[in-house]
């Protein structure tokens, strides 16, 4: 029993990862009807800048821990949130008029570039970083298992929630959030009733690049070391997760991603860790033929 509630700790800390990444892939798509399969390599350059962030603010003296992190946590905002702009600004709005394909080609493009522009800029090799939130809490204390819960792993489940409750309200209760709604339904109609299209647009790859942003800082801080490689995985996990929650649904992203974590960390506790991947994908493959529009997610409905 012990051992099943710290796969579950584990587990949901994974899951609120991968939901914040996720969230970003169900914004896209709900606006432009489009996967931005860069995003992933946007929530690896934000580890990077994260982790580069941290040793200059080493350098210069600034080491209380609560200042550190939320310097690093707004430079890494602010960077990352210029990528997550460039990558709408180059990839997709120049082929926004062209057939679907063309803008899927353009964002895979993307992601192979940040993919090699950082792996060359920073290296192959891993980067570690020293843990910097240390210590937690003991539960069911036993001679062969003991329950630990994590100050990290306690941070980023509640920043998480935050998280997602202040973008949810943002978009049911914001001029902004109303008008992503409008983008959604009918960009055409949007632009005849004065709502900036483009702007729009720009600004939900922002906020998508901004979560990531966060994500990447978590995951920095909590495994320890990254590599130029992280995007792709974490990135694909993050869009099977929006998929299994239902694309275009913001709760039913956060929802695929707490079950992807769960669905790893299970597996890789009570199977062999080779096939975790093979369980998530699975459980995603029986979800779609029984529901194809996802756990939480609407049937797209024709109009003509």
């Not at 960009?187 to 690049?209: H, K």
């Not at 699975?282 to 939480?296: D, N, Q, W, Y």
Request: proline share 3%; glycine share 10%; aromatic share 12%.
């Amino acid at each position: 029993m012990e051992y099943f509630i710290q796969q579950l700790i584990n587990g949901l800390t994974l899951g609120a990862i991968y939901g914040l990444i996720a969230i970003g892939y169900t914004m896209v798509y709900g606006i432009i009807g489009m996967i931005n399969f860069a995003h992933g390599d946007v929530f690896m350059i934000s580890a990077f800048v994260a982790l580069i962030s941290f040793l200059v603010l080493g350098l210069v003296g600034i080491t209380w821990l609560p200042l550190a992190l939320l310097l690093v946590l707004i430079i890494a905002m602010f960077v990352t949130s210029a990528y997550g702009w460039a990558v709408e600004r180059l990839a997709y709005r120049p082929l926004r008029g062209s057939f679907r394909l063309a803008p899927l080609i353009s964002a895979i493009g993307m992601s192979v570039f940040l993919q090699n522009y950082v792996q060359i800029a920073q290296g192959a090799r891993v980067k570690p970083l020293p843990p910097l939130i240390q210590g937690g809490f003991t539960f069911m204390e036993q001679k062969s298992f003991t329950i630990t819960l994590s100050y990290m792993q306690i941070v980023i489940v509640v920043l998480t929630l935050v998280l997602m409750t202040a973008f949810s309200l943002l978009i049911a209760r914001t001029a902004l959030g109303r008008a992503q709604r409008a983008c959604e339904q009918d960009r055409t109609m949007a632009a005849l009733l004065g709502i900036n299209v483009d702007r729009t647009i720009s600004l939900t790859f922002v906020m998508g690049a901004a979560l990531a942003s966060v994500a990447g800082m978590m995951f920095l801080l909590y495994y320890g070391v990254i590599d130029f490689f992280i995007g792709f995985l974490a990135g694909i996990k993050a869009f099977t997760a929006a998929v299994l929650g239902g694309i275009g649904s913001l709760p039913g992203a956060m929802l695929g991603g707490l079950l992807i974590g769960l669905i790893e960390t299970f597996w890789s506790a009570y199977f062999t860790i080779e096939y975790k991947d093979v369980a998530a994908f699975s459980i995603l493959v029986l979800v779609l033929i029984f529901r194809p529009s996802g756990l939480l997610g609407r049937p797209e409905v024709e109009k003509v």
